[in-house]
């Protein structure tokens, strides 16, 4: 389970860039994370943050009804939109470690 989300944010990338389902592959994942471990810990610690916020909204929105409720949905459409924007400016910054959309393979 730990390997499993320590990989999703990379092969969730994969998939996405690569536009192909069968992208998500750790053997494609893993040399990606492992030329850019620091960063990718970075966005690592920004999704643990996203997750932290989103149960704090669900312990805490259950307590005021309605409003509870909004802010729940709040939260996770919040989460959502911060996780994949900073998967997007992770992606941007190292795009030539990553490598996965290089013309001449190394």
């Known amino acids: 389970l730990g390997l499993g989300v320590f990989f999703f944010p990379m092969m969730l990338l994969s998939a996405v860039i690569l536009n192909a389902p ?6 494609l994942a893993a040399p990606a994370i492992a030329r850019t ?6 966005v690592l610690l920004l999704f643990a943050s996203a997750l932290a916020l989103w149960h704090w909204t669900t312990a805490v929105g259950r307590f005021f ?19 994949m924007h900073a998967l997007g400016l992770f992606y941007g910054r190292f795009e030539k470690e990553i490598g996965w959309l290089q013309d001449d393979p190394q």
Request: overall charge positive.
């Open 37 to 42: 471990f620091r960063p990718y810990c970075g």
């Open 22 to 27: 069968l992208a998500a592959n750790p053997l």
């Open 65 to 83: 009804g309605v409003f509870g409720n909004f802010l729940v949905r709040y939260a996770t459409f919040y989460t959502y939109v911060l996780s």
